[in-house]
């Protein structure tokens, strides 16, 4: 049996990046001659929480996988690039902006497959069948132990309350995670309510928005601000980071509080997969998707990288466990993508850095 083949592909200058394209790219291309079992897959998600899962799906079905790795919007920009000459069978990346991107860019085909369809909930997954959803993130509210109580907590919209003057922190606008929540908020609430709830939104963070989710808990950690926005697969790596123990003590200072329970529910996400226009082993990629969703995947997968399975019935970890079972809004996805640029000229009218 041919072993599982890694690439890793680095953030690095625009010539490199071409180099590696070419390399790669000419490399799988001769390995397809010679050999049709194998399966080339680009991913965005990082190589320690994809590979076991690969390694397992060659020993089961003898399919060789290739894989390159690399930043989500690189790793599309690439696709757009090679076009029709492009070696990737594959492509997953994170949040439904970005696979919706995908599909506008049409670097993404249509299928059809009733495992796909009965494993994947109709609200995590594209419409048309150009990608589904693998795992299901929420983006709730961080709150500092000691300093708030849940019960002044309600909704994503109560956030703009004058009581929140200088307590909020929250990463950039140009954060697809963002623009997703928004986008959801537009949904729901309408283009012009949306905007009058950020400017006030905006107007009650604390600090200008720098770095990561991870950074947000660690600045409401520190005291700089009382209430967080982020991803909760953040919040369980940094309550189990073995090496750093000033991450576990931020992440213990904070709480989760779900927003919108009495209503629509949180805002959720996810990381998906779909089979790229170029395909030249379209069954394979079939094939390796329906075994990314199968319930010992997933199980393996939440438990890995704390995320949620799509997948019903699938035990979470105890990381997710402890946070209690809440309502998710069950918009569907695709609409995140729809209201994507509506979104984003919303947050800088409302001066959202």
Known sequence: MKPIQFKLLKTIPLLGILMIMAATSTA??????????????????????????????TQQTGI?????????????????????????????????????RAKEAKVLQAVQSKVLEEAVPEHLR?????????????RPIFYVKG?????????YEALADDKWKGRICIRSSNNIYNQSLVASLVAHDGLDKTEAWARKF??????PPKGGDRDQIKAAAAGQC????????????????????????????????????????????????????????????????EFLLNKDSQKWYAQANYEYPVVAG???????KSWGKFKADKLNLSKLGELNTKAVKLMDRAGWK
Do not use: C
């Open 314 to 320: 699938v035990e979470w970890g105890d990381t997710l």
């Open 202 to 207: 905006v107007a009650n963070f604390a600090k």
């Open 126 to 138: 594209d419409p048309q069948g150009y990608w589904f959803g693998l795992s299901e993130r929420a």
């Open 28 to 57: 799988i291309a001769a390995s397809n001659k010679t050999d049709n079992k194998e399966v080339n897959l680009y991913s965005a998600r990082k190589e320690k929480l994809i590979k076991p899962l690969l390694e397992k799906f």
């Open 64 to 100: 060789t996988v290739n894989l390159v790795t690399g930043k989500a919007d690189a790793l599309l920009k690439r696709l757009q690039t090679e076009g029709r000459n492009s070696p990737a069978d594959l492509f997953i990346t994170t949040d439904a902006g970005r696979l919706h």
């Open 147 to 155: 300093k708030v109580s849940p019960d002044e907590l309600s909704t």
């Open 226 to 289: 009382d209430i967080a926005i982020a991803n909760t697969y953040y919040y369980g790596a940094m309550l189990n980071n073995k090496k750093d123990t000033k991450q576990v003590k931020a992440a213990k200072a904070v709480a989760i509080f779900w927003p919108n329970q009495e209503d629509r529910g949180t805002h959720i996400n996810i990381s998906g997969v779909g089979v790229t226009h170029a395909a030249k082993h379209k069954e394979n990629a079939i094939k390796l998707m």
